[in-house]
T-cell receptor
Framework: GENVEQHPSTLSVQEGDSAVIKCTYS??????FPWYKQELGKRPQLIID?????GEKKDQRIAVTLNKTAKHFSLHITETQPEDSAVYFC????????????FGAGTRLAVHP | EPEVTQTPSHQVTQMGQEVILRCVPI?????FYWYRQILGQKVEFLVS????????KSEIFDDQFSVERPDGSNFTLKIRSTKLEDSAMYFC???????????FGQGTRLTVV
């Protein structure tokens, strides 16, 4: 089955800097890659996603890139703000079955004013 | 905006007791999931449910676990005889179609003492 690795586990940046979180996946047939933001004690919230037929997607300060050949995808946050502080999870959706998501271990992002 | 809702938000139970966690998925969704997140760890897939039956389950979802959609709106997770290691945040999620976003509920924090 699918396995998703995520790095780094913690990331500390100054406000205004960029943050990059990287994930790799094992199943080349996976075709959907969402990113979730989880604030303390709250539900995971989808912030951006990308499908395997696209190499890059951007939404304001957030972008995701996908390299299918290397089986990795990355989240880029520019001009970080303190409210970006949270745990970010990448996930991959298996191509078969009933579309379960396999999550990475999470990255705790701290943005310091 | 439609939401997945879960009750209760927090449940404390004695080891060996049965618990039922309740979820109301988004009304026109067809795919339903339970995920678990042990404190500080990644979100893990438990089970998916489609067309009134379990479509896939993980190794975690053993004979102590069961799911039900009793009335066409609620989606429940039952743990028959809770163990200390069942303590976690349990998230329900639903999806409208195979290629659409999964929406998560706010979670039920289960504490087994």
């Amino acid at each position: 089955g699918e396995n998703v690795e995520q790095h780094p586990s913690t990331l500390s940046v100054q406000e205004g800097d960029s943050a990059v979180i990287k994930c790799t996946y094992s199943d080349s047939a996976s075709n959907y890659f969402p990113w979730y933001k989880q604030e303390l004690g709250k539900r995971p919230q989808l912030i951006i996603d990308i499908r395997s037929n696209v190499g890059e997607k951007k939404d304001q300060r957030i972008a995701v890139t996908l390299n299918k050949t290397a089986k990795h995808f990355s989240l880029h946050i520019t001009e970080t703000q303190p409210e970006d502080s949270a745990v970010y999870f990448c996930a991959a959706k298996e191509s078969g079955g009933y579309n379960k998501l396999i999550f990475g271990a999470g990255t705790r992002l701290a943005v310091h004013p | 905006e439609p939401e997945v809702t879960q009750t209760p938000s927090h449940q404390v139970t004695q080891m060996g007791q049965e618990v039922i966690l309740r979820c109301v998925p988004i009304s026109n969704h067809l795919y339903f999931y339970w995920y678990r997140q042990i404190l500080g760890q990644k979100v893990e897939f438990l089970v998916s449910f489609y067309n009134n039956e379990i479509s896939e389950k993980s190794e975690i979802f053993d004979d102590q676990f069961s799911v039900e959609r009793p009335d066409g709106s609620n989606f429940t997770l039952k743990i028959r005889s809770t163990k200390l290691e069942d303590s976690a945040m349990y998230f329900c999620a639903s999806r409208g179609g195979p290629s659409t976003e999964a929406f998560f509920g706010q979670g039920t924090r289960l504490t087994v003492v």
